[in-house]
């Protein structure tokens, strides 16, 4: 069973007393300024991909990647070179990806960069070209293609130690149809004599998932057996691990014969009813298990009904009764007139018995959508829509979900509901986890992943930044927004030009300090952005800026 986790702030790192960030006249310093010798590698989107998942894919794509492990900043240029910027400034080419001359086919997204602790770097070019490069104490690279890439944008990489493995992830978005989803590829290659001349990558494993909206954040566990995700939906496995049992295998033998469900269900707009048959001898032994995505029945630890629902329940309110030799049991929806498919998620067993009241209603409110008569008040026919973006564009009102994933299993282990106010403000990677500052209420709360087991999962939150939940929706134009491990300060980050730093208030304090800096009129759109401890980092399509964070 999925366990539900809560993540609910610590009291003592919320500051009840705060009103506001004041302006300060103080200036923030551009440390540095680099003219690049070429454009920053920037991929647009064609007219035939402009969904909203293509749209926001790109549209926040941070093209200066941040290696946690060192603070060194890297990204590719039009050319095809790979640039870091090290700790004290220095810019310096680390690798071509593909020669200047060369014919590079089949690139749909934008390069994307990632990193592991042990000073292996893994490259996308956006299409089927995917490298790794291993740094050495002496800045010495060894570079390796590796093999079966798609195109993609890469998520997280982890090294497995246990296993000598690399684990890559990368997303990209697909289609069923006009109905696009985005995908998440999950790459493991071992790596084979390590340190000899023959060393090698070779592939052992490759999985696929989807998800049916926009992904936050990936993440892999050091163990390389869990996944971390923030998205809009639940994440299912393209090739489930379902094995047939010999029952299985005789009642699919049995096609000819009719098919008698385990139960039945109907459902209300506010509730949902099942029905099962169970022998009056049996009632005490009746087990009924209701939480808010999952739902049991069992009768003698037979299990008659379980798994997890398609939407959340109000387990709060579950009632059942005997009539005659038939378990009734009442479930209540937790978002009242919102229509399930089904009851349990990829259960076939059950039958939903349609409720004749409810079409009718839902027949009378929507007729107007599908007729072919005119409107005879305006003379013009009425419009209608197409299902498949609208279901889409929904996905924006969406609960955001929190899951851990055993990769082995396939199933959740732990699910947070996020809700659909309390979105992700910012994600980023750290030497031991992974950091996600979420809106609660009007902050802005960081959570750190703690140390965790095949049954331990828990997220600390470690600060808290006042207000900062209503300053970032109140900023329209804002592109990226990032925080340095200390958390001393958040930046906001706009399209171009203006760039927006707020101090951490101390404890208690009712006025915090906001900088605003202007790049200018002149400046190119900003393309990236990554703050470490002492610096604000902005990558622009000609200029790399740094600047120094020293309040």
Known sequence: MTKIVELRPNKNLINTKFEKYQFSTEEIPIDTEINLKANVRRLELTTNRDSLLETRLFAFHNHLFKNPYDTSCWFIDENWFVWRLKIDGNLEQMHLIHNLDASVQNVLYNPSIGFTSNNIIAISDGGDCLKLLITDTQEHVKTFTLSDAEPGVILDVRYVNDTSSIVIVTCDIRSTGEKKFTRLVLLTYSWKNAGDTCESFELNNKE????????????????????????????????????????????????????IPKYCWSQREDSITVWLTIDKEHKDKVKVNVTPLELSVTVNDNALIQGQCQHRLDETLTTWKYEEDTFKLELYKFESGLMWNELIKGDTGGECLPNETLAAEIHSRLAHLCTDQTDNKQGQPCLGFNAEQLEECDLEGKDSLLQRVDLKTQESTHLAMLGTSNHVLFTYKTKSGQAICLRHDNDGCLWITGQVDDTKWNMEHCYTFPGFGYVEASKCNKKFCVSPNDGSYVAILEHTRYIFLYKRPEPNIQVGKQWIVDLGTETCPIMGAVATNKYLIVLTKNKLYRLHICF
């Open 208 to 259: 696929t998932l989807k998800v049916n909206g926009a992904v936050e954040y990936v993440y892999i566990e050091d163990s390389g057996n869990y996944l971390h995700s923030i998205c809009q939906d639940y994440i299912t496995f393209e090739c489930p691990k379902v094995q047939k049992t010999t029952d299985d295998k005789k009642d699919s033998e049995k096609s000819n014969e009719i098919k």
